[in-house]
């Protein structure tokens, strides 16, 4: 199985900074076939289901905020939040779909200073 | 809209069974794979199970094979999830959950989710 491991498991930003969430997966969840990585992001805001913010790690789901972005390749992946909100508080998951089974990292925890 | 509800939660004694339902709409039902992932209390995310868009294929988490068993019925757009010899540990609120659409293709992340249904594995 792909372990998928998030840093920092929390973090606290203020309104109006930049928040940086890391993914590193055990290994590449790059396709080489199509030079695409298969890696996701959601945000999770209590008692809702997660919601998919990006998917081949910086395609944005429609109607999610420019302020959130991904990056990254191969292992290691980043979500930037360029401009913290207060409705940006949430928990954050990556996810690799690049093979089965399929596999979250543990989450990051993101509040304000 | 697309809209996923699940249904069957609750408490259950160990070992006992229950059986989850997701009921869809808004989309054509019958072309998605569908699957189910579960969120023990103040944890993460954990994917438990897929079934292919006309049923015949079947994947499991580690965790549950061998005890829990999807399927689903096209013709009512209705996921089901049977969990036999349920353990504490499958205490957890359960997720069903489509693969995302993107420019022709499906895409193994998850939009849109059920709010979910929790179920409770205590004596």
């Known amino acids: 199985d792909i372990v998928m491991t998030q840093s920092p498991d929390s973090l606290a930003v203020s309104l109006g900074e930049r928040a940086t969430i890391n993914c590193k997966s055990s290994?590449?969840?790059?396709?080489?076939?199509?030079?695409?990585?298969?890696l996701a992001w959601y945000q999770q805001k209590p008692g809702q289901p997660p919601k998919l913010l990006t998917y081949?790690?910086?395609t944005r789901e429609s109607e999610v905020p420019d302020r959130f972005s991904g990056s990254g390749s191969g292992t290691d992946f980043t979500l930037t939040i360029s401009s913290l909100q207060a409705e940006d508080v949430a928990v954050y998951y990556c996810?690799?779909?690049?093979?089965?089974?399929?596999?979250f990292g543990q989450g990051t925890r993101l509040e304000i200073k | 809209q697309v809209q996923l509800v699940e249904s069957g939660g609750g408490v259950v004694q160990p070992g006992r069974s229950l059986r989850l339902s997701c009921a869809a709409s808004?989309?054509?039902?019958?072309?998605?794979?569908m699957h189910w992932v579960r969120q023990a209390p103040g944890k993460g995310l954990e994917w438990v199970a897929v079934?292919?868009?006309?049923?015949?294929?079947?994947y499991y988490a580690d965790s549950v094979k061998g005890r829990f068993i999807i399927s689903r019925d096209n013709s009512k757009n209705t996921l089901y999830l049977q969990m036999n010899s349920l353990r504490a540990e499958d205490t957890a609120v359960y997720y069903c959950?489509?693969?995302?659409?993107?420019?022709?293709?499906?895409?193994?992340?998850?939009?849109?989710w059920g709010q979910g249904t929790l179920v409770t594995v205590s004596s």
């Open positions: 808004g989309f054509t039902f019958s072309n998605y794979d």
């Open positions: 996810q690799q779909y690049y093979s089965s089974p399929i596999t």
């Open positions: 081949w790690a910086s």
């Open positions: 079934i292919s868009y006309g049923g015949s294929d079947k």
């Open positions: 959950a489509r693969p995302h659409y993107d420019s022709g293709s499906y895409v193994k992340c998850f939009d849109p």
């Open positions: 290994q590449s969840v790059l396709y080489s076939s199509n030079n695409k990585n298969y």
